[in-house]
């Protein structure tokens, strides 16, 4: 004969599996991250970026009017 299974134990594996879900939001946010790493000239302009940052060549805004300024 089967084992009879309470009611407990389903809600308890069902919370156990959920744990090792993704969510609908990760899964999206995966599918854009995957969407730009696969765009060349995105992953060039990042790079380009990084090595601006790290060379010093940024200018921090703190306001609309200044961002315009510099432009």
């Known amino acids: 004969m089967a084992e009879a299974i309470s009611i407990k134990k389903v809600y308890n594996e069902l919370k156990s599996i959920e744990k090792n879900m993704a969510t ?3 899964i999206e ?3 854009e991250t995957m969407g730009v790493m696969n765009n060349p000239e995105t992953m060039r302009q990042i790079a380009s970026s990084m090595e601006d ?3 010093g060549r940024v200018k921090e805004v703190s306001s ?3 961002l315009m300024s510099e432009m």
Request: no cysteine; charged share 40%.
């Open 29 to 31: 946010s995966l599918i």
């Open 24 to 26: 609908k939001k990760e």
């Open 53 to 55: 940052i790290k060379s």
């Open 64 to 66: 609309v009017k200044g």
